[in-house]
């Protein structure tokens, strides 16, 4: 079975800070194929379970940029969420960072990074979020969601390339 090293999410928390969601994952492909489709925004509803019917309400082609605005409808627990993200940085192929200036969370910063790593590409995402509700929310609700959207989105993205690529990447003792 075709398998990519994937470090599941995890969460950090620091009393006086915003939680920090980590996830890395390595995939078959060269930096520059892997950047370039996780930059398509047009992705995001391939990588997103459909229980949340997310769409991308911006029209297409959207132009990746740093500045770039970007509109999606979802909904989270039944309730709509209209979610507009800033490019806050873009700069392929190493990484790109996107904002939410407005949805469900207080604060998300989502840093996208890439690496060249062997034959493939590590992918790393750092969230830093706050949630409505503080801690307590984040704790009952929020840490569960993300952690299966998040598992859900490795998932996909593993089967897609390694379905593409043929080839796998073993386990490795850190991930």
């Known amino acids: 079975m075709n398998t990519t ?24 492909g060269p ?23 997310f769409k991308i309400l911006t029209p297409s082609p959207i132009e990746m940029k740093e500045g770039a605005l970007i509109d999606y409808k979802l909904k989270v627990h039944g309730m709509p969420i209209h979610w507009r993200s800033l490019i806050s940085s873009y700069d392929p192929p190493n990484s790109f960072t996107d904002e939410q200036l407005k949805g469900p969370y207080r604060t998300w910063i989502h840093s996208h990074r890439f690496f060249r790593d062997g034959e ?19 704790k009952l609700i929020v840490q569960k969601d993300l952690t299966r959207i998040f598992s859900y989105r490795q998932k996909v993205i ?18």
Request: charged share 25%.
């Open 120 to 138: 493939g590409t590590r992918i790393e995402d750092h969230i830093t979020f706050r949630v409505p509700g503080g801690r307590l929310v984040e």
């Open 31 to 53: 930096i520059e194929e892997i950047f370039h489709f996780f930059s398509r925004p047009e992705n995001l509803q391939r990588l997103t379970p459909d229980s949340l019917q």
């Open 5 to 28: 090293s994937t470090i599941a999410p995890h969460f950090e928390r620091n009393k006086s800070k915003p939680t920090v969601l980590k996830t890395s994952q390595w995939l078959p």
């Open 158 to 175: 593993c089967n897609f390339f390694t379905d593409k690529s043929g080839t796998s990447h073993p386990e490795s003792p850190e991930g």
